[in-house]
């Protein structure tokens, strides 16, 4: 079986130089990033790769968003270098990378489209984003610009979640604790996102957008039914604004949207929330990816945790090439 990797992430020398002086680098997930070797080092990348047989990566930046490191008069100009690097190692090793996601500086949202048009027009086969940009909501009107370039092109978005420790569990806190911003809060910020994507009229709007929501869509899957019965039932809950106004204003049912949308196998190689995000999105809907190299083996555990999930669950023949290669082939417009 082929197996194009649509959600994994590395960074470009020049790139990562720059990112370990930040300062907002040196601690959390700074801490973490510097740690993984195969994040950086394209020869020990290489490596990972070359462990499965027919296996190639379409490359996205790590975390932290560039917005977190630099502000608005930097990140442009990081978002290039990021965007220009990731190309060159693809174009450098095409057997091995297949192609790659472009960033974004979601703090200068002008500079932002101008950059993913850039960046497509360059060959980039998607455009990466957080679920929120610097702890804002990113389906804010000044961000839709940056859609309207990104539907226009034909390319996904690959949504990667990015709540952070500043957002706390709990009103009366100020932080988040034992790490439950990522371990659950990514998967929430995510189910969030979607949402805000669909109700702010986003998907309306631009009805061609394709969005792939990174580790299988986060909650949406496992919360269908409340999905399902809570959002068609909007504004019940709601006295100081007028949602049941904006649940007729949509142009379909809120759940046929989330039906709309992509999710990745990126799920740390496990079988039930497979089941369960396949069940969900189907087949068609639903890219391998593996988030190498940030497995406990810092590079091949998830890839081969994942392909042995799959493996494992039933899929007819023809659903398993869709979700191992032939779904970002369409969406990526690769080979």
């Known amino acids: 079986m082929r197996y194009i990797d649509a959600f994994n992430h590395f960074f470009p020398k020049r790139y990562f130089d720059a990112l370990v002086e930040s300062p907002a680098a040196q601690k959390d997930i700074g801490k973490r990033v510097r740690g993984i070797p195969a994040l950086y080092d394209l020869d020990l ?6 462990q499965f047989p027919d296996y190639t990566q379409v490359l996205s930046l790590g975390l932290p968003m560039i917005e977190r490191l630099w502000g608005p008069e930097k990140s442009p100009e990081m978002s290039r270098i990021a965007n220009d ?16 996601s472009a960033t974004l500086p979601m703090n200068a949202p002008e500079a932002a489209a101008r950059e993913a048009e850039r960046a497509l027009k360059n060959g980039a086969n998607a455009i990466q984003i957080g679920t929120n940009a610097g702890g804002l909501a990113i389906d804010d009107k000044k961000y839709w610009p940056i859609y309207e370039v990104i ?10 979640p990015a709540r952070t420790r500043e957002m706390a569990d709990f009103v009366g806190e100020t932080k988040s604790k034992y790490e439950i911003c990522s371990v659950l809060g990514w998967p929430f910020e995510t189910g969030v996102t979607l949402s805000r994507f669909i109700f702010s009229g986003i998907m309306d709007a631009y009805p061609k957008l394709k969005v792939i929501a990174h580790h299988l869509g986060g909650v949406i899957p496992y919360l269908e039914g409340r999905i399902g019965h809570s959002f068609d039932q909007l ?59 940030f497995d406990k083996e810092k590079g091949p555990g998830y890839i081969r945790s994942t392909i042995a999930v799959l493996d494992e669950i039933k899929l007819s023949p023809a659903d398993k090439e869709k979700i191992c290669f032939r779904n970002a082939q369409k969406m990526f417009g690769v080979g």
Do not use: Q
């Open 45 to 50: 990348r290489l490596k990972v790769v070359d």
């Open 151 to 160: 539907e226009k092109s034909g390319k996904p978005i690959l949504l990667h």
């Open 85 to 100: 690097g990731l190309a060159e190692v693809a174009s450098k090793h095409p057997d091995r990378f297949a192609g790659y």
């Open 235 to 293: 504004g019940v809950r709601t006295s100081d604004e007028d949602y049941g106004a904006l649940l007729k204003s949509l142009k379909k049912r809120p759940f046929d949207y989330f039906k709309n949308f992509y999710g990745d196998t990126a799920i740390e190689g496990v079988r039930a929330p497979m089941v369960c995000g396949i069940d969900f999105f189907g087949a068609d809907h639903v890219l391998f990816a593996s988030d190498c190299p």
